[in-house]
C-alpha cells in the first residue's frame, strides 16, 4: 500500500469516528472511539499540511508558464521543496508502531559487574547521574534499594523513576557501562577497567500481570547493614520468590514489613512483565540480551574515559568530551541520537 493510500485511510477513519461519537454513542465503545480519535487527530493534522503544501506546489508549477508569476512561483517551489518531504518524513514517523511501555514510569536497577571495588563507586556515581537526570525532567526519583559497600560504592541500588515516558526516555540506558579511569587507590597512576550494568524496566501495574498468591514464597528475615539497633530486632525484610519463574526479589530498605513487601510485588510485577514483553516480541528479547550481557569488561554500550573526558557509545559510534557533564546528569544528546537511530532503522524496516 503506497504512502498516499495510508494516509487517506487515516483520514476516513478519523471522519468515521467522529461521525460515530456524533451518534451518542456511549460507555466502552465510547472510551474506544475517543482514544482512538485522538491518537489519529494529530497525523490528520499533519496530512492536512501535507496536501495544503502538495496543493500550492501543482499551482507553482502552473505559474511557471506565465512569465509574470515565474519568479513568484520559483520562489514557492523552493520553499516547498524541503517541507514536502519533511512533513511526509513526519507522517511516517507518527504512523510507527508504538510501544505502549513507552510513556511509563521505569525501575532502574544498577549493579557492580567486572572490577571490584571499583566498579563500586562507578555505579553509585551512574545511580546519582541518573537522579540528577530524573531532576532536570521533573521526574520523581525513589530508592528502592541502595546497599552500600562501606567505602562510597555500592554493591547494588534499584530506583523507582516515575513520570510521563520515563521509559521511552531511558530504555536505551540497558547494558554494560565501562569506566576507564585511574582509582584513588591506585599508587602507580595505571588507568584500570571496570563495568556495570544497567537495566531499565517499564513499570507495571497490578492488571498487566496476573500474579497468584499460590504460586509465591514469601520469605521475611531480620535486615542486615545499614539501620541501627532496628535492623537486629524485627523481622522486617522481604524476599519473594515467584515459582513458576524463578524470579527472586528481596527488600529491606524500610523499616516496615508492610512496605517492604509492597516494594517487592512492585518490582515483581515489573520483571515479569518485562519477561511477557519478551516472550511476545522475540527480537526485542535478543536485543535486551546482547545489550544487558553479562557485564564481562569486553561487552559494554558505553565506555566513560577520565584521563581523556569523554564518553563513548558505541552502539551509535558518538563521542562527547564533555565527560563530567555527563556525570552531571547530561544525558540528553547520547537520549536524542539513540531514538532518532532506533526510529530510522524502524522506518528503513518499513520500506
Known sequence: MSLDDKLDRIVSRAEELRALLGEGIGGEAYVKASRELSELTPIEERIGELRAAELSSREAEMMLADPEMKELAEAELFELKDRIPALQQAIRIALLPKDEADARSAILEIRPAAGGDEAGLFSAELFQMYQKYAASQGWRFEVLEYEDTGLGGIKGAMADINGRNVFARLKYESGVHRVQRVPATESQGRIHTSTVTVAVLPEAEEVDVDINEGDLRIDVYRASGAGGQHVNKTDSAVRITHIPTGIVVAMQEERSQHKNRAKAMKILRSRM??????????????????????????????????????????????????????MQGELDEFIDALTAEDMAARLAEQE
Open 273 to 326: 512483565y518485562e519477561q511477557q514483553r519478551s516472550r511476545i516480541d522475540a527480537t526485542r528479547a535478543a536485543d535486551r540480551k546482547s545489550q544487558v550481557g553479562t557485564g564481562d569488561r569486553s561487552e559494554r554500550i558505553r565506555t566513560y574515559n577520565f584521563p581523556q573526558g569523554r564518553v563513548s557509545d558505541h552502539r551509535i559510534n558518538l563521542t562527547l568530551y564533555k565527560i563530567d557533564r555527563v
